[in-house]
Nanobody, 115 residues
Framework: QVQLVESGGGSVQPGGSLTLSCATSRSLFSFLRMGWYRQAPGKQREPVAV???????NYADSVKGRFTISRDSAKNTVSLQMIDLKPEDTAVYFC?????????WGQGTQVTVSS
């Protein structure tokens, strides 16, 4: 079993910044993949930034240059730094890990970008 606890969501104006953090209950080295997804109202959940099995981060085209994913193995956390936020970034953001053979998800944290 894996527990994921997200924090850092909130409301910001366009152009603002937020950093999301995900605390995991196991060592990051336990996971084949890890990262962040988001789901906007009426839309499917989509990957935002995910470390692949080789440890390389992959970003959605819509967030490249604005979002940065990072991980801290000592603290067992995965973070997502978001700058220059846009209204279309509004969504519930989910922390994700693949602990073979199961996907685990956090409870989600709301990010709202509005003027």
């Amino acid at each position: 079993q894996v527990q994921l606890v997200e924090s850092g969501g909130g409301s910001v104006q366009p152009g603002g910044s937020l950093t999301l953090s995900c605390a995991t209950s196991r060592s990051l080295f336990s996971f084949l993949r890890m990262g962040w997804y988001r789901q906007a109202p009426g839309k499917q959940r989509e990957p935002v930034a995910v470390f692949n099995s080789g440890g390389v981060p992959n970003y959605a085209d819509s967030v490249k240059g604005r979002f940065t994913i990072s991980r801290d193995s000592a603290k067992n956390t995965v973070s997502l730094q978001m700058i220059d936020l846009k209204p279309e970034d509004t969504a519930v953001y989910f922390c994700y890990v693949h602990f073979v053979p199961v996907d685990y998800w956090g409870q989600g944290t709301q990010v709202t970008v509005s003027s």
